[in-house]
């Protein structure tokens, strides 16, 4: 049990330092650059969301990150499905998804806000 404690300790905190070590984004891109539109945070259109996020992470680390990836997603499916049957990744608002490593292991975390579309009116 010591052990889980231990490791679940290195991975927040190693999540703490990757999301620290982050830079700031500059206030305004120069003037010459190329901008893309605004990422749009508010619900897809046609969709209505929860008013909470949730985090799914499944269970411990993975030889692959496409497999942490993969078990963070269906364990937010899971979480989510809680609240909108129909809920899906695809349609999340905000979705982020972040990975820690350890050695040749990684442990994803999937969050974002679940949402499904508005019902026909």
């Given at each position: 049990m010591p052990k889980i404690v231990l490791i679940?300790?290195?991975?927040l905190g190693v999540a703490a330092m990757a999301r620290a070590s982050?830079?700031?984004?500059a206030a305004e891109p120069p003037p010459d650059a190329e901008t893309a539109p605004p990422v749009q945070s508010g619900p897809p259109k046609g969709y209505s969301?929860?008013?909470?996020?949730f985090t799914g992470s499944g269970p411990g680390f993975k030889s692959s990150q496409d497999e942490?990836?993969?078990?963070?997603?269906t364990d937010w499916l899971s979480k989510a499905a809680a609240i909108f049957a129909d809920a899906?990744?695809?349609?999340?608002?905000d979705p982020i998804?972040?990975?820690v490593k350890q050695g040749l292991y990684s442990k994803c975390f999937a969050?974002?806000?679940?949402c499904h579309p508005k019902p026909a009116e």
């Open positions: 679940c300790s290195v991975v982050v830079p700031a984004q969301c929860h008013d909470k996020a942490s990836e993969g078990a963070a997603v899906d990744w695809n349609t999340a608002k998804m972040e990975c969050t974002g806000v679940p």
